[in-house]
């Protein structure tokens, strides 16, 4: 439905008693014409008065939304979250997403165990070693679908982790990095991994097979 801004103010009143909050996908499209995004200020604002106890928070496809929603709202108020979801926040920063994780660290904040950063656009290896630093030892689910600034450097840092036992579901589709190689060296070294995704992977021979990952999406003239 046509969600917007004015709907976000009465959520506030639930305070400390919220532990789900889902505003992804915003407003209503037309031919044309994309929906329109909700803005910092009253998302802010909404995570100050009701992040305390959340466990699942969905901001995805909120195309407007930028940094401040992690510096001001995420990081300082969302501490006890468990799934996070930032599907196509375009506008957020590589570093801001980083620099979340290197202070939840910092400050003995629980890993997250569903991870969602699909098309966010300037995400990069830098990413990588902060996330799962803070969150590897409870990932379950991890989605990097479309960063494409993923290199062979950051899937590498994947792939030689060590502290990644609970991981079942990757997506890695549309990295464009990744290679045999390094989905082979993810799919022997996650040792709980169960699925996945390379989609888009043109570089993944139709050939590769591993005996104990579900390998989705090859394409079967890939290079």
């Not at 439905?1 to 209503?28: F, H, I, W």
């Not at 840092?157 to 290679?179: H, I, M, W, Y």
């Not at 992977?201 to 050939?207: A, L, V």
Request: charged content about 30%.
């Amino acid at each position: 439905g046509p969600l917007d801004k004015t709907m976000l103010r009465p959520l506030e009143a639930y305070g400390e008693q919220l532990t789900y909050l889902d505003v992804s996908d915003p407003g209503v499209s037309a031919p044309g014409i994309p929906p329109k995004s909700l803005e910092d200020d009253e998302v802010v604002s909404l995570l100050q008065a009701i992040g305390k106890n959340l466990a699942y928070l969905d901001v995805s496809k909120n195309i407007d939304l930028t940094d401040r929603v992690v510096k001001e709202g995420v990081l300082p108020h969302c501490r006890q979250l468990k799934t996070l979801r930032l599907i196509g926040c375009e506008k957020v920063e590589a570093a801001t997403v980083s620099d979340m994780f290197t202070e939840w660290t910092r400050d003995g904040v629980a890993g997250l165990s569903h991870v969602h950063l699909d098309r966010m656009l300037k995400l990069d290896d830098d990413l990588m070693e902060p996330l799962l630093t803070h969150s590897g030892p409870e990932l379950v689910e991890l989605s990097l679908n479309s960063v494409d600034g993923i290199t062979d450097k950051g899937l590498e840092t994947l792939g030689n982790a060590k502290n990644l036992p609970k991981l079942e579901l990757l997506d890695l589709s549309f990295v464009r990095a990744l290679d045999d190689e390094s989905l082979d060296r993810i799919c022997r070294n996650l040792p709980n991994l169960k699925k996945v995704s390379v989609f888009g992977c043109n570089r993944i021979s139709d050939f590769l097979k591993s005996d104990r990952v579900r390998i989705i999406g090859k394409e079967k003239y890939a290079m």
